[in-house]
């Protein structure tokens, strides 16, 4: 067996083995909480990380990823600038996902060019230098940008659960208020409801309902709603509900004309993705099922033509 085979097999080994011990301590942790609720005991929580809602398994991988963390974390005050923000967008507002964050996109800078560089041992690539370097740095900044890239999918993933549950959560609003509940109350009962048929419009509805009993105003706590979420619709419900309760407008009916705006808007977006589909079939049809319907259809003609017309044709030469 050769060296470029030897180094191979134990980059393999390496990643199975890592992933293959994630998955027992999760599954393992989460088994022993699970006996300890059906016993009806209490479960001791030893870290803050636990109190808070992470698992054991995020607060170790924390600590093992700090020193890998400070090698890509940005300076003293990111906390409150735009990245504070994505973070928040993402769904992801626990106290160690920055950390983990960080220490993941340090550790793929330095392991993407390393299996790079066992490939081109592997498959014996007789690459020029200047290529080779070329490569070599586009595969760390692939490494590094690729945290940013699935960040940016949660994101969009769930901006878009959002957009799609919010009008549904608008009308439960309206049908609150019109019922005699305050907007308070109306909030609550909707998060209830809300998080039957989305665990995340329930889950953001269910930090506004903490904070307003934690004695926040009402204003702050759909400020921080819209600032969490990053939908512009959310945007607007809180700025319409923050200037009817200043005013003293009707919010039942201020909330039925935004969600007649919302169902239009989300109708139209369907549309809008309807139309889009027959763009998007063109060219798999063109360079994948038209090749393959010309073979099966003229494949047995050329075969004949082969087999008949050709030596038919050279005879008569």
Same mark, same amino acid.
């Given at each position: ?79 409150? %600038? ?62 590094? &940008? ?48 809300? %998080? ?19 004695? %926040? ?43 007649? %705006? ?39 003609? &050329? ?15």
């Amino acid at each position: 067996m050769s060296m470029q085979q030897i180094i191979y097999l134990a980059i393999i080994f390496l990643v199975v083995s890592g992933v293959v011990l994630v998955i027992f301590f999760q599954l393992s942790q989460s088994e022993m909480r699970g006996r300890l609720q059906q016993l009806g005991q209490d479960v001791v929580q030893p870290t803050t990380a636990v109190t808070n809602g992470e698992p054991v398994w995020v607060h170790r991988m924390a600590i093992w990823a700090s020193p890998l963390a400070r090698l890509s974390l940005p300076e003293e005050g990111w906390e409150n %600038s735009q990245l504070r923000i994505r973070f928040m967008n993402a769904g992801y507002r626990g106290a160690h996902a920055p950390i983990l964050f960080f220490a993941l996109k340090t550790l793929l800078t330095f392991v993407v060019p390393l299996i790079f560089f066992a490939a081109t041992l592997l498959l014996d690539l007789h690459l020029r230098p200047e290529v080779f370097r070329l490569l070599f740095v586009l595969s760390a900044a692939l490494g590094y &940008f690729l945290p940013n890239l699935v960040l940016w999918r949660q994101t969009v993933r769930r901006k878009r659960e959002i957009f799609e549950h919010f009008p549904d959560a608008i009308d439960l609003m309206t049908v609150c208020v019109e019922a005699g509940l305050g907007l308070d109350a109306a909030l609550a009962r909707v998060g209830e409801e809300m %998080s039957l048929s989305s665990q995340v419009m329930g889950e953001e509805m269910h930090l506004v309902n903490l904070e307003l009993r934690a004695g %926040s105003t009402r204003e702050r706590a759909l400020r921080n709603l819209a600032l969490r979420t990053g939908v512009e619709e959310v945007d607007m419900l809180v700025a319409m509900l923050v200037q009817s309760d200043r005013f003293g407008t009707s919010v039942a009916d201020a909330l039925r004309v935004h969600s007649d %705006s919302l169902r239009t808007k989300r109708r139209l977006r369907a549309e809008e993705a309807a139309a889009k589909i027959p763009l998007k079939l063109l060219f798999p049809l063109i360079f994948c099922v038209f090749p393959s319907m010309l073979l099966v259809l003229l494949g047995p003609a &050329f075969i004949s033509i082969y087999r008949i017309l050709l030596p038919t044709f050279a005879g008569q030469q």
